[in-house]
Structure formats: C-alpha cells, structure tokens
C-alpha cells in the first residue's frame, strides 16, 4: 500500500530480522538476574515469621508440597472422569489421568495395541499383547520388537517409572549421592535375571548388534557385569560391531569385576576394550575417557594410577576433546586419593584454572556429562584437606561458582550441603575471622542452610577468635535452628558461649546487657534442673535436662551480674544450693565474689551471707576480704558475732 | 514416685474413670427419661425459642414482610466523638523483615527480577497506602505497609525501575536491527508507511497459550495519504461512516470476524482496498446529488447563494454574477453561513454571521 503515495522518493534499506529461537529472548532476559543472598528461594517466600529459615523446616516444607502433588496425581487417577475437561493449548500429558486400557482393548491384539502400550509405559501389558499376537499368529513387525526390547531393558522388565516432583527429586537425588559417596560402596546388582527383556530378545528371529547393544546397555545400567561380558564375548563371536556408548557401558563395568580380579588386570580389560574401539574404527569420545578415569579412581591407592591418568590425559588432548567438569572431578579424586597424598603436587592449582579459562569462554561452563556436578564438592573437599595455601584457591573456586549461573552444577540436597560445608571449613580453619563472618552472613541461611556441623565449628571459631560482636548473633542462628531436643548440643553451645560471653571485658553497654539477656535465657530454657509436672500419662514429653557444669554456671552469674540482673543471678544460686549434688565440681572465686558484692551493694545482706556460707564451705582464699567487706556494711549483732566467729576461725 | 504408688495412682485412675463413665451415663440416662414424662404432660413449658426483637416496623411488599439483617441491630445514637475509640497497638518495625539486612549498595533488580505483589518484607521504603476517615484514626496518616491490603491490591513497577530497563535492554540488544537511516522524524514514517497495523498479543498464567482477543487486527491510514480527489474522498467517507474520524483525518479498520490474526488482517486490507477503487469509480446516479446529500454545506451550490445574488442585484444594482460574487461583504457572509452549517451554532458563529448579516444589507445599528 505504500506505493500510494506519491513522495516515496528514496529507497529504504530495511535490515533483516536477526534469527532467533523461541526462547532466546527469555534467556537473555533470565541472564540478567543474579542471586540475591537476601532472598529466600521463591517458593519459600512467605510472610516474614512464616519464612522457612533452618534445613528441617525447608526440607519439610518442599516434601509436603510434593506430597502434595501426589495426592493431586492420586485423585486424578482414581476419578479420571473428572478431569477429562481439556483446555490446555497446547496439550499437556501429564495434567490428565493416565489411559486405562479395557480388557475389551486388550481382547483382540495388533502391533497398533502394542505401540500404544509402549507410549503409555505399560511394557509389561505390552508383551504380554506381544505373545498373544504371537499364540494367535499375528504378524508383528520386527521394528515393534525391537522398540519393545530396547523400553524393556532400559526399565529393566518393568513398567517405566513415574516421574518423582522435582522438590522430592532434590532430597532423593541427594541421599542416593550420599550413599554413592561413601568409601567402599559397591553398587547391587539389580538386573532382573531371566527377565521380559531377556525373554523379548529370545524372541528376536535374527538378532542384530543393536538389539545386542540394548540389552548390553540394559545390563550394565542396573550393574549386571557377568551376563553383560558373555553377552558383549557371544556379539565378538559372531563378528557383529558394537556401538560406542556399548562398549563405554563396557568399560564403566570392569569396576564392578570380582575382587580376584587385580588391578593390572583391569587395567588391561579396559586398553583391550579401548583398542576395540580402534579396531572398530571408531573415535572414543569424551564419555570414554571418563568412564577410564572414574575406573582409574576406583583403583583408589594404587601405583599405575597417576601415569595413566596423564597417559589418557594426553590422548584426550591429541584427539582434540575438551574435558569436562567430571574429567576434571575425577583426575582431582586421582591425584588425591586420601589425606595426606597429592597436597604437594599443586594438580588442584592446575585445574581450577582451566577451570576458570573454561568459565571465561564465550559459552562459559557447560554441561556434558552425567557427573559434572560433582566437580565443585569433590575440588572443595581437597581443598579443604590441604594447606592454608589452598584458601585463595578456594575463594577463587567459590567465585567460579557464582559467577552467571554456575551455581545450578549444585543439582542437589546433598551437593550443595557438602559444598557449602566444606567451603566454610575451609575459611574457618584458614581465614581472618571477619572475611568468615562476612561469608558466613552472605551464605546463610538462604543460599545454604546452616547444618548442625558447621555451627558447631562456627561456635569454636568464634570462642577462639573472641569476636565478641558476633556471639548475639551467632546465638540468633543456634536459636532458629529450632532443635531444642538435642541436649548435647546445646549444652556445648551453651558451655562455649558463655564462656567467651565471660571473658569479655570491655564497657560496651548494649554489648553487656545483650550478653545478660542471652543468659537468662539460656538458663531458662535450657535448665540443668527442669520443674517436671506429673501427670498420669507416661506418653507426655517431659522437659529435657541439659548439662550444665560448674564453669558454666560462673560464667552465667559472671554475665548476668555484669548486666545488672541481680534478680535473676540470684534466683538462680537459690536453685544452686537446692540442686548441687546435679552439677560437677564448685563455682569460681569470681562470680562468688560479685555475687556477693552485687548483694552487699544491693543492701542485701542475709542473701549476701548465704553466698558466704557456700564460700566458707569451699573454703576459698577470698574469705577475708569477704568478712571484711561484710563488716563494713550494716549488720545485725547476730550477724557481728557469727562474722566474729568465722574470723577466728580463719585466723586458727 | 516408687512404684508401689505408681499402681496404686493407675488403679484409682482407672477406678475414677470407670466410675465416672458410669454416672453420666446413668444421670444422662436417667434426665432423659424424666424430661420425656414431665414433657408428655406438659409440652407447653418447654424453653421457646427467643424472637428476634426489631427497632422498627418490618416493611412490607405485597403481604411479605421484608427480611433486613441491619433493622436489629441498635442504632448509635451517640455522636461520632463520644463513641469509644478502638484503638490498635502500632505496628513496631518488623524485626525479622529482609529489609533489616539489605546492604545498601545492593542490587535492586536482583531483590525484586520480575513483576510480582507487593511483599512488605522485600521493600525497604516507608510506603503508607489506604484511606483514613479524619485526624482521630492512625494520627490521620495512612496505614504503614506492615498487613497492607491495599499496597497488594494496586499493581507496582517495582520491576521496572530504571535500572531495570537498562539492564534488560542491554540483553536483548543484540537482537535488535539498526533503524533505517531514512526514517529521521515521524513524517518520514508516515510518509513512507501510512499504514498502522495494531495488534495484541496477550501472555498470562494459564492452562493454555491462546487468546480469543489476539485476533483482533486494527488498521489505521490516513487519508490525505490515499491522493484522492474531493468527490472519491467524500465517497469514501460516507461509505466509512464512523470508521473515519475527521478531528484527525484517520480511517480506522476493525476485523475481528476470522479466527486467527494473519486472516484478519489480509481482510482488513482487502476492506481498504475495496474501499478505495470503490470510491474512485464514478456511478450515473452519482450526479444527482442534492444539497441534502451533501457531507458538507457548500455555499455555491446552495439556495442561499441564489437569494443573495437577488438582494446584491437590488441593493448594489450590479447584474453581474461574478462581480457580485466577489464582493467582501457577500464573501464574508458566506464564510460565516458555511461555519453556522458546518461546525454549528456557536455564540460568535452567530454573532459573526448577524455583524456580516447587516454589514450586506447596509443597516447600521446603533
């Protein structure tokens, strides 16, 4: 239309449009945001108070909203009527139930049935339509067996799983890391022996290399060394060509070989498979060598480990393939098989740089293979091991991790509690106490939530260190943690913070009543003597007794004394004298001697010589001055002739 | 507790209980049984149940009495300042807020990425919003933000802060083409592209991605660009009716009738085009056209210019049309008819149309 008018004089040069995918734009968008330390994560955002701050409770709070979904899922299956109305555009599968097949259905089988199955998951119905197919001679494609054999072997002659909610999956993922993780840990075989897979491919009229190569995959997935080797020997023997990611699956196996088996031996099984791939003529791939390397690390203290890390290493150079962060996690679990190897041959050094190259590259850290998340914990826990020298390569680790959006290597519970951990300890065994309580304040407790562990060592930094400004709160952290039950716990806490609590000096006022306040509650709510109620049923939770010593208590009167909580100190020496025989050992001269001048400044003087008595009792060096203290203040001429008395005593 | 006690408690404790089961069984039993034989004979004494009590006669319509739930309940009769002031502990700043912790060279597009409701927790400014009746209610200021209702009902741009903009402008810029060279200023735009095509595109949280409304296609051209001639132009507007708008000169298209958009506008513009030739052809009927037909008044070919000519020729004594024609006072007085026509009877359309009224037919006023 533009024709029309008749100015149109110059030509215009309009550009063509850049091309772009369909998320390209949300991409780049979602690149501009960085995390927020202060933020809890979004789907914990609440009111304020409400906020889910310690480990327990997100962890609570994320599980019973997956149940939640379950049991969403649950009503979904069991009154599918109900939710048949579709408005979704486009369709979504997994909103709607599930299709039940009707014994109707069933009744007269086709290929079209068996496929049908298959997309609905239901593999074991699916072979079962398969042999009646076969019983009432009904053709089925050789294509549909092979469909069916691969499903059936990868799930293992089961029905493929469901989907676990992605909050679940982050704690389940977790715990299975855990258990993985642990020295020593030898995967089950949980290969179902003589399975529908097995049987499927007994099916089979001519058995072609990929229906070998499924089956051998099926196996090595759920650990099955010994049949996948007879079936991966049966394939050489009649000359059919496995594939690459068989023959790594192959090679990810040998560790799993019976402990008869050295390690030279392995090591031979693994350059044969290796040549195979040359014979083949095929390229090992990135999944190659890390399979090589997680085998080499299994080794764990061996003598060819190191060369032939450095041998593969090499190849993988020559060959042109860029590692990845697993290739990387695992040379690092090489080079530093336990404590006390590999501290000095500075390989971490090495390798968080590359790393750091790798992070300033125009694609920044990519994900390539399964086991790249564990890089970051496994290079922190060694680093962790090693040196003060390790603490600036921490800290640069760390940056790695934060810088774009790094941190989602973390992928679960178990990963994120051990890195953080381990980058704490790090900083707390080697840093300046403010760089820790600055990290400590921007970690926790949103980016990572507080364990039990790391307050712990926090609690001993601290109380070495004296930061005397951080114990408030630090004791504002032990508090959320809302684990009142764990009495050993809190008594050590409570032993260590009052301790610092009783060393300090200085004439802070907001510092020392903070202090005071602290105190009394710990006293109060973590009593050595609970009032117990007696009631009838035993089931009630009686209060729990926490350890207190005698050290402890000093400090206690010490602080609250300091504070100008007269009361409350005396209150409790009250419930002192009634409970000794529950604390170990004798209070110090000191917070006797406040306590007791605190009382005769407070012109309390028969409490004062209550203080006395114990004082006598213990027969503490400070008596005189006491008495003579004592003298000086107004007494009665009962309490003359008994400090009379007592001097004598002395002087005897 | 020793243990020979212990027993001894659990047995009484059993015993008490058994024992008490028993009697309020029996006394429960036992009071039904005697309400249900003084019942019997007379029901009459049973607790009737209480009426409700209303402070002025129910209004009826039609024999039924009128239901209303606020006729019973007491009028205050006291004035607004004796009544009880119902006071509400002030809220204290919110000791576990994130705003207590909030560095403040922060970076606010990372607190607050993407548009969401106000969350008190996240905004560190004494924001206050609501209404408050006079000086007596919260000191007469409006409430903090702390349970605000009304800070979450309005939206915010807390998401669109300047900085914001800056930040998601510079990520999506390598997306973006130059701008053409020659397109400087907007008449340039409008020159070259006359054409204004709007459509919406609609995004919300939902089970499904489409919207009825994203059909909808809007084009506008102006029609000074279409280079049509007064007869083809006047065409076109009637047969546009209110489509045109003449304040502005634009010619606005509306299609909504098929499903998707690409076929709304391809009939938008075949509803331009159509247009367009329609009103370039010239029909028979056409030359009929009488004054009443006409979008405007137009003097020249009006009954007035004839009356006129009559009083000129007596008046001035001049037969010819043109020269009369052409005399001031007869132009001005057909400027000032044509405005009264055309753009309606104003007070200095009026006013001007009697000063050029007199000033043709030589009266002067005093």
């Not at chain 1, 590259?361 to 970051?376: A, I, Q, T």
């Amino acid at each position: 239309m533009s024709n029309l008018s008749s100015s149109v004089k110059k030509a215009i040069s309009i550009p063509y449009r850049i091309k772009r995918s369909p998320t390209d734009l949300l991409k780049a968008l979602s690149n501009t945001v960085k995390l927020d330390p202060n933020t809890p994560h979004y789907s914990l955002i609440d009111d304020s108070l409400l906020t889910s701050i310690n480990p327990n409770d997100v962890r609570r709070s994320y599980l019973s909203k997956a149940s939640g979904i379950k049991a969403a899922k649950f009503m979904i299956e069991k009154y599918p009527e109900a939710f048949m109305k579709d408005d979704c555009v486009p369709h979504v599968k997994s909103f709607f139930p599930k299709y039940e097949f009707s014994e109707e259905e069933l009744k007269y089988p086709t290929e079209n049935l068996i496929y049908s199955l298959m997309s609905w998951g239901k593999l074991s119905l699916a072979y079962d339509s398969y042999l009646k197919c076969k019983d009432q001679n009904i053709e089925v494609s050789e294509e549909c067996k092979h469909v069916l054999l691969d499903l059936l072997s990868i799930n293992n002659s089961n029905d493929s799983k469901e989907k676990v909610p992605i909050m679940e999956e982050w704690y389940l993922k977790g715990q299975t890391r855990d258990m993985e993780s642990k020295p020593r840990y030898i995967p089950a075989n949980t290969w179902v022996k003589g399975g529908k897979a097995e049987q499927m491919f007994n099916e089979l009229k001519s058995k072609s290399a990929a229906s070998y190569c499924s089956l051998i995959k099926g196996m090595t997935k759920y650990n099955d060394a010994e049949n996948a080797t007879t079936l991966y020997n049966e394939m050489k023997h009649y000359n059919l060509t496995p594939d690459l990611n068989t023959i790594n699956s192959m090679i990810k196996i040998i560790s799993l070989s019976p402990p008869e088996v050295t390690n030279d031996k392995k090591i031979e099984i693994m350059l044969q498979r290796l040549n195979e791939i040359k014979n083949y003529g095929m390229l090992p791939n990135l999944k190659t060598f890390n399979t090589c390397f997680e085998l080499i690390k299994s080794f764990n203290l061996f003598q060819r480990s190191v060369p032939l890390t450095l041998d593969l290493f090499k190849e993988m150079q020559n060959l042109k393939i860029e590692p990845s962060l697993s290739t990387y996690s695992h040379i690092v679990s090489i080079f530093y098989p336990n404590r006390d190897i590999g501290v000095r041959t500075g390989v971490l050094g090495q390798v968080i740089n590359e790393i750091e190259k790798m992070a300033q590259s125009e694609n920044g850290l990519v994900w390539k293979d399964v086991d790249d998340p564990l890089f970051f914990k496994i290079a922190m826990e060694k680093l962790s091991l090693g040196t003060p020298e390790n603490l600036p390569l921490a800290k640069k680790l760390n940056g790695i991790l934060f810088k774009e959006n790094n941190i989602k290597f973390l992928n679960d519970s178990y990963l994120i509690n051990k890195y953080f951990e381990f980058y704490l300890t790090t900083l707390i065994k080697f840093d300046l106490p403010e760089n820790v309580i600055d990290e400590w304040r921007f970690l926790t407790p949103y980016i990572y939530g507080r364990s039990i562990i790391i307050l712990d060592r926090m609690i001993d930094f601290v109380s070495k260190n004296k930061c005397f400004d951080f114990v408030p709160e630090l004791w504002s952290n032990c508090l959320e943690f809302k684990s009142k039950r764990l009495s050993d716990f809190w008594s050590d806490t409570i032993e260590s913070l009052l301790n610092i609590m009783g060393q300090y000096e200085e004439d802070n006022q907001e510092l020392i009543s903070k202090y005071s306040s602290i105190a009394e509650i710990m006293i109060k709510n973590y009593p050595y003597a609970p009032l117990r109620i007696e009631t009838d049923s035993e089931d009630d939770l009686q209060p729990l007794e926490y350890n207190w010593n005698s050290k402890m208590l000093s400090n206690l009167f010490i602080v609250l004394l300091r504070g100008n909580k007269l009361e409350a100190a005396w209150n409790e020496f009250e419930n002192y004298m009634k409970n000794q025989n529950k604390i170990a050992g004798e209070l110090s001269e000191k917070s006797i001697l406040n306590l007791c001048e605190a009382l005769i400044g407070a012109n309390r003087i028969d409490n004062a010589f209550e203080v006395l008595k114990l004082a006598v009792s213990l027969q503490l060096p400070i008596l005189k001055g006491l008495i003579s203290k004592l003298r000086e203040s107004n007494l009665s001429s009962e309490q003359h002739t008994l400090l009379k008395q007592l001097k004598n005593k002395l002087s005897l | 507790m020793s243990l020979v006690s212990k027993f001894s408690r659990a047995q009484s404790s059993i015993f008490t209980i058994n024992t008490c089961v028993v009697n309020t069984f029996f006394s429960s039993h036992l009071n039904t049984k005697f309400y249900s034989t003084e019942s019997a004979e007379n029901a009459d004494e049973r607790p009737a149940k209480k009426e409700r009590v209303f402070f002025r006669e129910q209004d009826e319509v039609d024999g039924f009495k009128v239901f209303d739930v606020y006729m019973n309940k007491k009028k205050d009769e006291r004035s607004f300042d004796q009544r009880v002031k119902r006071t509400y502990p002030r809220v204290q700043r919110d000791r576990f807020a994130r705003y207590n912790r909030m560095p403040i060279d922060q970076d606010w597009t990372n607190v607050w990425p993407t548009a969401s409701p106000f969350k008190q927790t996240a905004v560190p400014l004494p924001v206050r919003q609501g209404f408050v009746k006079n000086m007596i209610e919260n000191d007469g200021l409006p409430p903090e933000k702390y349970a605000n209702v009304e800070l979450i009902k309005i939206p915010n741009f807390l998401h669109l802060t300047p900085p914001h903009i800056k930040k998601q402008c510079g990520a999506i810029k390598k997306f973006c083409t130059p701008w053409p060279k020659e397109l400087k200023t907007d008449e340039d735009c409008e020159k070259n592209f006359p054409i204004e095509i709007t459509t919406s595109t609609y995004i919300y949280d939902g089970p499904s991605v489409r919207d009825d409304r994203a059909r909808v296609v809007k084009l506008q051209i102006k029609l000074s660009s279409l280079n049509l001639d007064k007869r083809s132009n006047d065409k076109l507007i009637k047969l546009a009716e209110d489509r045109y708008d003449p304040a502005t000169d634009t010619l606005t298209l509306i299609t909504d009738r098929c499903p998707y958009r690409r076929q709304n506008e391809d009939y938008a513009n075949y509803l331009l085009t159509t247009l367009y030739y329609e009103s370039k052809q010239c029909e028979d009927w056409e030359s009929e056209i009488t004054e009443d037909d006409m979008r405007t008044f137009e003097w020249e070919k009006s009954k007035s210019k004839e009356n006129i000519l009559n009083t000129i020729r007596n008046i001035e004594k001049i037969e010819d049309e043109t020269q009369a024609v052409n005399l001031k006072q007869v132009k001005t007085y057909q400027n000032n008819l044509s405005k009264i026509f055309n753009e309606g009877e104003t007070d200095t359309n009026i006013l001007q149309y009697k000063q050029s009224v007199l000033n043709l037919l030589k009266i002067k006023t005093a």
